[in-house]
């Protein structure tokens, strides 16, 4: 099946650093991919769908100034969260939609950031 | 407003039967997913339904009833390894994913 990578797996940053998140579909081109956060024991939500060379559509409460979001190519998408604070400290994952019969999310493998 | 129920938690039994359940009260339908998630690690997908039925694939199974706003993922021979978190997602009328807060199946020996 389809694969999306993410990267990094792991990140631990200083409190107002910024981290880029990468996010790629490997083999096959995704003009649409969506950014989610989970925090402990809770659900997926998600914050922004990223669109190939637009504006990122961003969730309400989501800011889109600390949140970056930019999908310049069809198989990249990357989220920078900007200023980083420990409330910040997340799981981000990131998917794709094949757009095969069903319709089927691709998930890249997370990214767990920690803000010290 | 749009919303979807699926019980917290479930405790059954290695080599049992689990049936998790989900309601949904969404703005149209256009499918609904479930998914698996590991602790720690992204969701992995298990099956699609649009149409009324039950769609079987190996252990796993998947029923819908759109005219209940109803759907549940039966899980037969249960392995240790199934202990993981199942999220049930509708797609709504405008394409849009709404999630569920997931199910966290706990497998016991």
């Known amino acids: 099946g389809a694969v999306v990578s993410q990267h990094p797996s792991w990140v631990i940053c200083k409190s107002g650093t910024s981290v880029k998140i990468e996010c790629r579909s490997l083999?096959?081109?995704?003009?649409?991919m969506f950014w989610y956060r989970q925090f402990p024991k809770q659900s997926l939500m998600l914050m922004a769908t990223?669109?190939?060379?637009?504006?990122?559509?961003?969730e309400q409460g989501v800011e889109k100034d600390k949140f970056l979001i930019n999908h310049a190519s069809l198989t990249l998408s990357t989220l920078t969260v900007t200023s980083a604070h420990p409330e910040d400290s997340s799981f981000y994952i990131c998917?794709?939609?094949?757009?095969?019969?069903?319709?089927?999310?691709?998930f890249g493998e997370g990214s767990r950031l920690t803000v010290l | 407003g749009q919303n979807i129920d699926q019980p917290t938690e479930m405790t059954a039994t290695e080599g049992a039967i689990v049936q998790i359940n989900c309601t949904y009260q969404?703005?149209?339908?256009?499918?609904l997913f479930w998914y698996q998630q590991h602790a720690g690690e992204a969701p992995t997908f298990l099956s699609y339904?649009?149409l009324d039925g039950l769609e079987e694939k190996g252990r796993f199974s998947s029923f819908l009833s759109r005219s209940k706003g109803y759907s549940y993922l039966l899980l037969k021979e249960l392995q240790m390894k199934d202990s993981a978190s199942y999220l049930c997602?509708?797609?709504?009328?405008?394409?849009?994913?709404?999630w569920g807060a997931g199910t966290k199946l706990i497998i016991k020996p």
């Open positions: 997602a509708v797609v709504d009328s405008n394409y849009q994913l709404i």
């Open positions: 339904n649009v």
């Open positions: 083999d096959f081109q995704a003009t649409t």
């Open positions: 969404t703005s149209g339908f256009n499918g």
């Open positions: 998917s794709a939609n094949w757009g095969g019969d069903t319709g089927e999310l691709f």
């Open positions: 990223s669109n190939e060379g637009s504006k990122a559509t961003y």
